[in-house]
């Protein structure tokens, strides 16, 4: 399995800032992904962060919003651009690992509220 | 579109029952099924099938997939206070794409 860091862990955030979530994998990874959870629902998926190019996005999610960094197989950023109350939710790193057959583990999360 | 439906929803038992949770998918190019506990943020994970008719267990946990009716149980016997979490299903096809359902919200009841 893997370790995953995720940080913050908590934040209190004011309408219109952003926020820049930090994702840390104690192994290289191929995989990373990030997904928002809202109040009293499922995960979903808001990109696939490939290293060396651009993230792939989900269909209701765009770059200028969630922009997204991943310099290396260890370690990737999303950013929660603008926020608005609705951008309140918990955000969770994952990555999959082929020697696991693939398994998604996923870190601790970062759990925004946004006032 | 593809899909994951999980139920019941919620659920609410005593100690020592067992439970049944069910998922059922319409997943292009299936490849396997998760399932997850979740209890306060991030989910733990708990089987990956790949293949119809072979139960995984682990402890008081079981699950086993069914391909041909497009369908997993996640079984949970004699339940404990510490089993109450959402247990959620998930799908992964092929070209890596995940699908979650809606989770289960397992309360077990001293």
């Known amino acids: 399995s893997a370790v995953i860091s995720q940080k913050p862990s908590r934040d209190i955030c004011q309408r219109g800032t952003s926020l820049t979530i930090q994702c840390q994998v104690d192994?290289?990874?191929?995989?990373m992904f990030w997904y928002r959870q809202q109040p009293g629902q499922s995960l979903t998926l808001i990109a696939t962060?490939?290293?060396?190019?651009?993230?792939?996005?989900e269909s209701g999610f765009v770059i200028d919003k969630f922009p997204i960094s991943r310099p290396n197989l260890t370690f990737s950023t999303l950013t929660v651009s603008n926020m608005s109350p609705e951008d309140s939710s918990i955000y969770l790193c994952?990555?999959?690992?082929?020697?696991?057959?693939?398994?998604?583990?996923f870190g601790e999360g970062s759990w925004l509220t946004v006032v | 579109e593809d899909k994951v439906v999980q139920s019941p929803l919620s659920l609410v038992v005593h100690e020592g029952d067992t439970v049944t949770l069910n998922c059922s998918y319409e997943?292009?190019?299936?490849?396997?099924l998760l399932w997850y506990k979740q209890e306060k943020k991030a989910p733990t994970f708990l089987f990956m099938l790949?293949?119809?008719?072979i139960e995984k267990k682990s402890g008081r946990l079981s699950s086993i997939l069914d391909k041909k009716e497009l369908f997993s149980i996640l079984n949970i016997t004699a339940t404990q206070t510490g089993d109450s979490a959402v247990y959620l299903c998930?799908?992964?096809?092929?070209?890596?794409?995940?699908?979650f359902g809606a989770g289960t919200r397992l309360t077990v009841k001293p």
């Open positions: 994952s990555v999959g690992t082929p020697n696991s057959g693939n398994t998604i583990y």
């Open positions: 997943v292009t190019n299936f490849r396997s």
């Open positions: 192994s290289q990874v191929t995989m």
């Open positions: 790949t293949s119809s008719g």
């Open positions: 998930a799908v992964v096809a092929n070209n890596n794409d995940m699908r």
């Open positions: 962060a490939n290293q060396g190019s651009e993230a792939t996005y």
